[in-house]
């Protein structure tokens, strides 16, 4: 339930808000008397995180009015406080894996997907896959390294946690992909010449 603020609550003296709470109708802002903005609710789909960050933000923003003494208590901490939500992932029916490599055969980045479908590799992580990392013999790749993007810079680093560092066994679709990439990049380097 979210409560409405009456006059001597609000964080701004001449700051009142009328009508009904957000959840529950139209509201009427308004400043030194004078009706400010009308705001008639709608409705919207907010992710659970979405709600979760607004009302942190919210929580903040009022307790830092109270530390200020612009308010006596925070009405925010009235409110129940509601996890972030989690959604579970969704996985690939095996028909849907029939069709997604049957789309991908032959693409330049088929080894790579094959190997996220088997492995559960995470797209920066066989991007950034060196052949060092590589195994065939063992049949393992050993995750220490992804393609990150920030702010619009592409670039090779570290995984970002210790727990994404990882060798993993690779299964014989994953390895025969990998033998089919090396060796097509070994006929692209031929075709290419001496750099």
Known sequence: MIYPLTEHQAPVPGLRLTGHGLADGPVALHFGGQGVHEAVPIAINLSP???????ATLRMALEDAVTKGLIAKNPAKL??????????????IPEEVRWFLVAAEGERLEAGFILALHTGMRPGEWLGLPW???????????????????????FIGRVKTKASARTITLPEPAIAALVAHARQQQLEKRIAGPA
């Open 49 to 55: 995180r979405t709600i979760y960050d607004i009302a």
């Open 79 to 92: 409110a129940a406080n509601r996890s972030a939500g989690t959604k579970e992932a969704r996985s690939l």
């Open 132 to 154: 060092d990392a590589v195994d065939l013999a063992k049949g393992t790749v050993t995750i220490r390294q992804a393609l990150h993007e920030e702010n619009g810079r592409v």
